[in-house]
T-cell receptor, first 111, second 114 residues
């Protein structure tokens, strides 16, 4: 069993839709949670990060962590065609340098 | 600032050939990483370095070697390439201080082994 599970999609939505992207994990020691965005043929870029449980909002993006269920989510409001990318969840236990990445979910936002 | 750069961008090898991938960063970061990305597998850590002159094995180190002789450079070597090493390789770097350890990635090298 992988430490981090993420549905690869693809997920296709119309412009303006609310998008929900999710990951589950098995290691209860994970405390630091991140979302990276990767455009086609580019390297990933950090989008959001959170510590422990709760919500964090940044513009149209909201990251949510439920440690009791070992489940994290990224919500995108008013989705735009420019949001079309692969979204990778990532997490670590010590906040140090070893980070475990999910496989990524491909998102397409249609104009 | 160029950030993280990788050389080459594309390469085709025959089974048994060797090659070296070069990663360079101009952000004075302490940590550097080599990942491979395969469909459905996500990013898997091959080797990493926590400082000049140090290297350590990651999740999938077999068939690869690395060196970090200078702080700004991290080299990944394939001594005898195999078709299973066909992948997209990403180098990344991160500073020591941040708890969330933001990693800065290069543009990737697409390697095909025939």
């Amino acid at each position: 069993q992988k430490e981090v599970e993420q549905d690869p999609g693809p997920l296709s939505v119309p412009e303006g839709a609310i998008v929900s992207l999710n990951c589950t994990y098995s290691n209860s020691a994970f405390q630091y949670f991140m979302w990276y965005r990767q455009y086609s043929r580019k390297g990933p870029e950090l989008l959001m990060y959170t510590y422990s449980s709760g919500n964090k909002e940044d513009g149209r993006f909201t990251a949510q962590v439920d440690k009791s269920s070992k489940y994290i989510s990224l919500f995108i409001r008013d989705s735009q065609p420019s949001d079309s990318a692969t979204y990778l969840c990532a997490m670590s236990d010590t906040g140090g340098f070893k980070t475990i990445f999910g496989a990524g979910t491909r998102l397409f936002v249609k104009a | 600032n160029a950030g993280v750069t990788q050389t080459p961008k594309f390469r085709v090898l025959k089974t048994g050939q060797s090659m070296t991938l070069l990663c360079a960063q101009d952000m004075n970061h302490e940590y550097m990483y080599w990942y491979r990305q395969d469909p459905g597998m996500g990013l898997r850590l091959i080797h990493y370095s926590v400082g000049e002159g140090t290297t350590a094995k990651g999740e999938v180190p077999d068939g690869y070697n690395v060196s970090r002789l200078k702080k700004q450079n991290f080299l990944l070597g394939l001594e005898s390439a195999a078709p299973s090493q066909t992948s997209v390789y990403f180098c990344a770097s991160s500073p020591r201080a941040t708890w969330y350890n933001e990693q800065f990635f290069g543009p990737g090298t697409r390697l095909t082994v025939l």
